[in-house]
């Protein structure tokens, strides 16, 4: 009922920045709570980042400084702008829509995930 179309990943050079984007089918997206997700192969997938529907932010300590979600509400299209890129952030990157808040942490919806987009940050 949701659909997530992701793209931006690519491989770049460590302290380099990619842009990812989510678009978003349907009318909800608005009201969507969104987040970033992330594996690498033989680990488990991790929460990266994830956005309110009023757009306020949240993120992984992992990645807090480096990494910016914002949303597009217009377009139905959230981001993460991911700055000083290490090699330990590479991994394919999932966007997920619709997730719950609980005790201030974000949880997915596990009906609503993109495709995945890479990111391969290697010298």
């Known amino acids: 009922q949701v659909q997530l179309v992701e793209s931006g990943g690519g491989l770049v050079q460590p302290g380099g920045s990619l842009r990812l984007s989510c678009a978003a089918s349907?009318?909800?997206?608005?009201?969507?709570?969104m987040g970033w997700y992330r594996q690498a192969p033989g680990k488990q997938r991790e929460w990266v980042a994830a956005?309110?529907?009023?757009?306020?932010?949240n993120y992984a300590d992992s990645v807090k400084g480096r990494f910016t979600i914002s949303r597009d509400n217009a377009k139905s299209t959230v981001y993460l702008q991911m700055n000083s890129l290490k090699p330990e952030d590479t991994a394919v990157y999932y966007c997920?829509?619709?997730?719950?808040?609980?005790?201030?942490?974000?949880?997915?919806?596990?009906?609503?995930w993109g495709q995945g987009t890479q990111v391969t940050v290697s010298s």
């Open positions: 349907g009318s909800g997206f608005s009201i969507y709570a």
């Open positions: 997920n829509a619709d997730g719950r808040y609980y005790s201030g942490r974000y949880y997915p919806n596990l009906d609503y």
């Open positions: 956005i309110t529907s009023g757009g306020s932010p």
